[in-house]
Protein backbone atom coordinates (compact mmCIF):
# COMPACT_ATOMS: atom_id res chain seq x y z
CA UNK A 1 0.00 0.00 0.00
CA UNK A 2 1.44 3.10 -0.75
CA UNK A 3 1.08 5.80 2.33
CA UNK A 4 -1.17 8.75 0.98
CA UNK A 5 1.22 12.35 0.82
CA UNK A 6 0.02 15.90 -0.20
CA UNK A 7 2.29 18.14 -2.45
CA UNK A 8 2.43 21.69 -2.41
CA UNK A 9 4.91 23.93 -4.56
CA UNK A 10 6.29 27.19 -3.30
CA UNK A 11 9.02 29.48 -3.04
CA UNK A 12 11.41 27.36 -4.54
CA UNK A 13 10.43 24.23 -2.90
CA UNK A 14 8.69 21.18 -2.69
CA UNK A 15 6.46 20.64 0.24
CA UNK A 16 5.57 16.44 1.24
CA UNK A 17 3.01 16.03 4.01
CA UNK A 18 2.01 11.93 5.42
CA UNK A 19 -0.60 12.14 7.95
CA UNK A 20 -1.03 8.97 9.28
CA UNK A 21 -1.90 6.83 12.62
CA UNK A 22 0.52 4.93 14.13
CA UNK A 23 -0.95 1.57 16.46
CA UNK A 24 1.19 2.61 19.65
CA UNK A 25 1.56 5.16 22.40
CA UNK A 26 3.20 8.80 21.69
CA UNK A 27 5.87 7.93 24.24
CA UNK A 28 6.72 4.97 22.44
CA UNK A 29 6.68 6.79 18.66
CA UNK A 30 8.83 9.88 20.48
CA UNK A 31 11.38 7.11 21.73
CA UNK A 32 11.42 6.18 17.98
CA UNK A 33 12.40 9.52 16.25
CA UNK A 34 14.39 10.05 19.13
CA UNK A 35 16.45 7.30 20.81
CA UNK A 36 19.35 6.07 18.15
CA UNK A 37 18.70 2.46 18.82
CA UNK A 38 14.95 2.85 18.53
CA UNK A 39 15.70 4.74 15.29
CA UNK A 40 18.15 2.79 13.59
CA UNK A 41 15.70 -0.04 13.40
CA UNK A 42 13.56 2.05 10.92
CA UNK A 43 15.84 4.86 9.95
CA UNK A 44 19.65 4.23 10.16
CA UNK A 45 22.09 4.26 12.84
CA UNK A 46 23.02 7.96 14.19
CA UNK A 47 23.04 9.75 16.89
CA UNK A 48 20.92 12.54 18.07
CA UNK A 49 20.88 15.25 20.81
CA UNK A 50 17.50 15.45 21.82
CA UNK A 51 16.84 19.34 22.53
CA UNK A 52 17.07 22.47 20.82
CA UNK A 53 20.21 23.31 18.64
CA UNK A 54 21.06 19.62 19.65
CA UNK A 55 23.34 17.37 17.17
CA UNK A 56 21.76 15.28 14.30
CA UNK A 57 24.23 12.80 12.94
CA UNK A 58 22.39 9.77 10.39
CA UNK A 59 24.71 7.62 8.17
CA UNK A 60 23.21 5.74 5.67
CA UNK A 61 26.10 3.18 4.86
CA UNK A 62 24.50 1.74 1.55
CA UNK A 63 24.34 5.00 0.13
CA UNK A 64 27.37 6.60 1.45
CA UNK A 65 24.99 9.87 2.92
CA UNK A 66 26.05 11.30 5.70
CA UNK A 67 23.68 13.59 7.52
CA UNK A 68 24.82 16.42 9.96
CA UNK A 69 22.43 18.84 10.93
CA UNK A 70 20.97 20.20 14.33
CA UNK A 71 17.33 20.43 16.00
CA UNK A 72 15.72 23.61 14.47
CA UNK A 73 12.20 22.70 16.33
CA UNK A 74 11.82 20.79 19.68
CA UNK A 75 8.78 20.35 21.57
CA UNK A 76 9.46 16.96 23.65
CA UNK A 77 6.96 14.04 22.74
CA UNK A 78 5.35 16.65 20.43
CA UNK A 79 7.53 18.41 17.47
CA UNK A 80 11.07 17.28 16.14
CA UNK A 81 12.78 19.23 12.91
CA UNK A 82 15.89 19.04 11.72
CA UNK A 83 16.99 19.67 8.11
CA UNK A 84 17.64 16.43 6.01
CA UNK A 85 21.04 17.65 3.85
CA UNK A 86 24.39 17.17 4.13
CA UNK A 87 26.96 20.13 5.32
CA UNK A 88 26.63 22.62 2.64
CA UNK A 89 23.96 21.40 0.98
CA UNK A 90 20.39 22.86 0.41
CA UNK A 91 18.64 23.04 3.47
CA UNK A 92 15.36 19.89 3.28
CA UNK A 93 13.61 20.41 6.44
CA UNK A 94 12.14 17.26 7.89
CA UNK A 95 9.19 17.89 10.42
CA UNK A 96 7.41 15.12 12.61
CA UNK A 97 4.34 16.26 14.24
CA UNK A 98 2.57 14.00 17.43
CA UNK A 99 -0.63 14.28 18.78
CA UNK A 100 -2.11 11.40 21.20
CA UNK A 101 -5.08 9.75 19.63
CA UNK A 102 -6.41 7.54 22.40
CA UNK A 103 -3.75 4.55 22.89
CA UNK A 104 -2.35 5.42 19.33
CA UNK A 105 -0.62 8.19 17.86
CA UNK A 106 -1.41 10.43 15.07
CA UNK A 107 1.61 11.48 13.54
CA UNK A 108 2.36 14.31 10.60
CA UNK A 109 5.66 14.30 8.60
CA UNK A 110 6.17 17.24 6.59
CA UNK A 111 9.89 17.38 4.87
CA UNK A 112 10.78 20.13 1.70
CA UNK A 113 12.93 19.89 -1.11
CA UNK A 114 14.11 22.24 -3.39
CA UNK A 115 11.88 22.49 -6.02
CA UNK A 116 14.70 20.95 -8.97
CA UNK A 117 14.92 17.96 -6.98
CA UNK A 118 13.13 14.60 -7.26
CA UNK A 119 10.46 15.55 -4.85
CA UNK A 120 8.87 12.16 -6.04
CA UNK A 121 11.66 9.83 -4.91
CA UNK A 122 12.39 11.59 -1.87
CA UNK A 123 9.51 11.16 -0.50
CA UNK A 124 8.95 7.54 -1.58
CA UNK A 125 12.12 6.95 0.25
CA UNK A 126 10.13 8.51 2.87
CA UNK A 127 6.79 6.46 2.74
CA UNK A 128 9.02 3.06 2.91
CA UNK A 129 10.90 4.47 5.87
CA UNK A 130 7.15 5.11 7.41
CA UNK A 131 6.70 1.49 6.67
CA UNK A 132 9.58 0.34 8.58
CA UNK A 133 8.75 2.69 11.56
CA UNK A 134 5.01 1.17 11.87
CA UNK A 135 6.44 -2.47 11.45
CA UNK A 136 9.31 -1.50 14.37
CA UNK A 137 6.71 0.14 16.58
CA UNK A 138 4.61 -3.36 16.36
CA UNK A 139 7.82 -5.20 16.81
CA UNK A 140 8.27 -6.86 13.80
CA UNK A 141 11.23 -4.83 12.40
CA UNK A 142 11.79 -4.71 8.48
CA UNK A 143 14.46 -4.44 5.96
CA UNK A 144 13.88 -1.52 3.63
CA UNK A 145 10.99 -2.15 1.28
CA UNK A 146 11.75 -1.63 -2.55
CA UNK A 147 8.40 -2.59 -3.30
CA UNK A 148 6.83 0.22 -1.44
CA UNK A 149 9.11 2.81 -2.61
CA UNK A 150 8.67 1.93 -6.24
CA UNK A 151 5.11 2.41 -5.72
CA UNK A 152 4.95 5.24 -4.40
CA UNK A 153 7.43 7.17 -6.19
CA UNK A 154 5.21 6.08 -9.53
CA UNK A 155 2.22 7.35 -7.36
CA UNK A 156 3.99 10.62 -6.34
CA UNK A 157 5.25 11.39 -9.98
CA UNK A 158 1.69 11.36 -11.17
CA UNK A 159 0.44 13.11 -8.60
CA UNK A 160 3.02 15.76 -9.28
CA UNK A 161 3.03 15.88 -13.18
CA UNK A 162 6.92 15.11 -13.56
Do not use: Q
Request: no cysteine; glycine share 6%; aromatic share 10%.
Amino acid sequence: MVPAAEFERGEGRVTARFRLTLESPLDSVWAALTEPARFAAWLTPGEIDPRPGGAVKLNFPDSGIVIDSSISAFEPMRVLEYSWSRPGEPLRPLRFELEPAGSATALIVTLAVPAEEDAARTAAGWAAHLAMLAAALAGAPINFPFDVFKAAREAYRAKLGA
